[in-house]
């Protein structure tokens, strides 16, 4: 059974960083698509960044040159650095990871940037 659990998030004020984890369990994410999606209230769910397995990474322009996703095979973790925290930041955080053609979501970490 594939399952994606998220850590890291937490309250932070703005111009501070944090870093998300997203443990999978189930298969090797090795070069598998992952990414990070996030839901502010009363908004749509969002693609914050993707590493496509093909090699391909993207960031949603609000966050680049702030945000980073890696990822840590041997620990079967995916990443998300986030510096330069902002207010609009603010909303719920979710891994997702794409396996034998099915989506496989977490159950998200809230992410507060206060000003």
């Known amino acids: 059974e594939v399952q994606l659990v998220e850590s890291g998030g937490g309250m932070v004020q703005a111009g501070g960083s944090l870093r998300l984890s997203c443990a999978v369990a189930g298969y090797a994410v090795g070069d598998e698509a992952v990414g990070w999606f996030r839901q502010a209230p009363g908004k749509a769910r969002e693609a914050v960044s993707c590493?496509?397995?093909?090699?391909?990474?993207y960031y949603a322009d609000s966050v680049k040159g702030r945000f980073t996703i890696s990822r840590d095979n041997a620990k079967n973790t995916v990443y998300l650095q986030m510096n330069s925290l902002k207010p609009e930041d603010t909303a719920v955080y979710y891994c997702?990871?794409?396996?034998?053609?099915?989506?496989?979501w977490g159950q998200g970490t809230q992410v507060t940037v206060s000003s």
């Open positions: 997702k990871a794409e396996y034998f053609s099915r989506d496989y």
């Open positions: 590493a496509t397995s093909d090699g391909s990474i």
